[in-house]
């Protein structure tokens, strides 16, 4: 689809919204500046040291799943 197509169909819903909430949420999402260069994120040494700690629990299976983290909130909960 070609960008004047989009813009078409986009003015055309918005055109047919009777919503204001809705609207408002329309421009929000549009009004949003979008960068023209990225910028790359760079970790501090002591995050990637967090990380590779994150990596080697996984590899070594010190980890929860979400059942079992569920479960364990559960209990905490009960008391």
Same mark, same amino acid.
């Given at each position: 689809?070609?960008?004047? *197509?989009?813009?078409?169909?986009?003015?055309? =819903? #918005?055109?047919?919204?009777?919503?204001?909430?809705?609207?408002? $949420?329309?421009?929000?999402?549009?009004?949003?500046?979008?960068?023209?260069?990225?910028?790359?994120? *760079?970790?501090?040494?002591?995050?990637?040291? =967090? #990380?590779?700690?994150?990596?080697?629990?996984?590899?070594?299976? $010190?980890?929860?799943?979400?059942?079992?983290?569920?479960?364990?909130?559960?209990?905490?909960?009960?008391?």
């Amino acid at each position: 689809m070609q960008t004047a *197509e989009l813009k078409l169909m986009l003015i055309d =819903k #918005i055109n047919k919204i009777d919503d204001d909430r809705l609207l408002m $949420e329309a421009f929000r999402l549009i009004d949003i500046e979008i960068p023209f260069e990225e910028k790359v994120f *760079e970790f501090s040494d002591s995050q990637v040291t =967090k #990380i590779k700690q994150a990596i080697q629990q996984i590899q070594n299976g $010190e980890y929860l799943t979400s059942e079992d983290a569920n479960m364990e909130i559960d209990q905490w909960l009960k008391g």
